[in-house]
Nanobody
Framework: QVQLVESGGGLVEAGDSLRLSCELS????????IAWFRQAPGKGREFVAA????????SYADSVKGRFTISTDNAKNTVYLEMSSLKSDDTAIYSC?????????????????WGQGTQVTVSS
């Protein structure tokens, strides 16, 4: 049973940086595409960033491009989301998700495994 556990959320001020972690267990880490999503209060879930298995190519939502960086530590089965220049609009619950879909286009991935999420609050 694949499990994803996020950590690293918290309360920060606008302009600050924060690093989120997502540890995968119960599966072979390198087999999965991993993505971060977020959901702000009263809004739908939004794609943030993804890192693809194999090539470890990355993609980002336009709203975070240039500010957020997704990376992996394969030895720790962990995906990170480095967030900088945080804005109040970045306030949300951030969740990581894993996909085994045999595609290389993030838009075609089905994320079957989800973590519980970690709260990020940015005060202005």
């Amino acid at each position: 049973q694949v499990q994803l556990v996020e950590s690293g959320g918290g309360l920060v001020e606008a302009g600050d940086s924060l690093r989120l972690s997502c540890e995968l267990s119960g599966g072979t880490f390198l087999m999965y595409h991993i993505a971060w999503f977020r959901q702000a209060p009263g809004k739908g879930r939004e794609f943030v960033a993804a890192i693809m298995r194999g090539s470890r190519g990355t993609s980002y939502a336009d709203s975070v491009k240039g500010r957020f960086t997704i990376s992996t530590d394969n030895a720790k089965n962990t995906v990170y989301l480095e967030m900088s220049s945080l804005k109040s609009d970045d306030t949300a619950i951030y969740s990581c998700a894993a996909s085994l879909t045999n595609r290389n286009d993030v838009g075609q991935l089905h994320f079957a495994f989800w973590g519980q999420g970690t709260q990020v609050t940015v005060s202005s």
